[in-house]
Nanobody
Framework: QVQLVESGGGSVQSGGSLRLSCAASGFTYRKYCLAWFRQAPGKEREGLAAIDSDGTISYAPSVGGRFTVSQDNAKNTLYLQMNSLKPEETAMYYC???????????????????????WGQGTQVTVSS
């Protein structure tokens, strides 16, 4: 059973940086897509960035150039480096995994929550002005 555990959230001032981590256990899949999402109260879950088992990366236009996704395969850990954070980016941040080989390309391209099966519990990020 895949388990995802996020950490690294917290409070930061506008313009600041945070690095989120997502530790994956029970993860033995050769073909996968891992992604970061966020959800603010009253808003839909938004896909931010993804990386697949080949190392291909995608970003949502809203975070490109400011956020960097990476993975450490030896540690089974996914990261999200977030720079130049804005108050409107206050939200719960989640990592997610798609392990269906038939959908990983779509998952990477669309960053749609519907393509991801496994989810972490989330880590709160609060950006103050």
């Amino acid at each position: 059973q895949v388990q995802l555990v996020e950490s690294g959230g917290g409070s930061v001032q506008s313009g600041g940086s945070l690095r989120l981590s997502c530790a994956a256990s029970g993860f033995t899949y050769r073909k996968y897509c891992l992604a970061w999402f966020r959800q603010a109260p009253g808003k839909e879950r938004e896909g931010l960035a993804a990386i697949d088992s080949d190392g291909t990366i995608s970003y949502a236009p809203s975070v490109g150039g400011r956020f960097t996704v990476s993975q450490d395969n030896a540690k089974n850990t996914l990261y999200l480096q977030m720079n130049s954070l804005k108050p409107e980016e206050t939200a719960m941040y989640y990592c997610a995994a798609d392990v269906n080989p038939a959908t990983t390309i779509q998952a990477l391209a669309l960053l749609s929550s519907a393509d991801f099966t496994y989810w972490g519990q989330g880590t709160q990020v609060t950006v103050s002005s």
